[in-house]
Nanobody, 125 residues
Framework: QVQLVESGGGLVQAGGSLRLSCAAS????????MGWFRQAPGKEREFVAA??????NMDYADFVKGRFTISRDMNTVRLQMNSLQLEDTAVYYC????????????????????WGQGTQVSVSS
């Protein structure tokens, strides 16, 4: 079993920055593929970013490229979010599983076995 606890969400003005963190515990964290999804009110959950076990591979949704950066060290995965836009308002979820990294597969929410409770990110004008 893996437990994921997110932190770092909050309210920020458009153009500002936030950094989300996800602390993982339980199974050996270094064996996990990890990532972030988000869900805005009235919308489906969508892929944001993912990172492989070693950190050598990363992928991003097109709408965050150049603005968000995913990273990992020890038992923590982070999502640095810059130039935040109103459309980035959502609940952000940390995800993990023990499968090998796949560039296409990590974009599917159904792939991930473990989910955090979510952290709210709100961007105001």
């Amino acid at each position: 079993q893996v437990q994921l606890v997110e932190s770092g969400g909050g309210l920020v003005q458009a153009g500002g920055s936030l950094r989300l963190s996800c602390a993982a515990s339980g199974r050996t964290v270094s064996s996990l593929t990890m990532g972030w999804f988000r869900q805005a009110p009235g919308k489906e959950r969508e892929f944001v970013a993912a990172i492989s076990r070693t950190g050598a591979n990363m992928d991003y949704a097109d709408f965050v490229k150049g603005r968000f950066t995913i990273s990992r060290d020890m038992n923590t995965v982070r999502l640095q979010m810059n130039s935040l836009q109103l459309e980035d308002t959502a609940v952000y979820y940390c995800v993990a599983d023990g499968r090998l990294y796949s560039k296409q597969d990590v974009r599917r929410s159904s792939r991930f076995d473990y989910w955090g409770q979510g952290t709210q990110v709100s961007v105001s004008s």
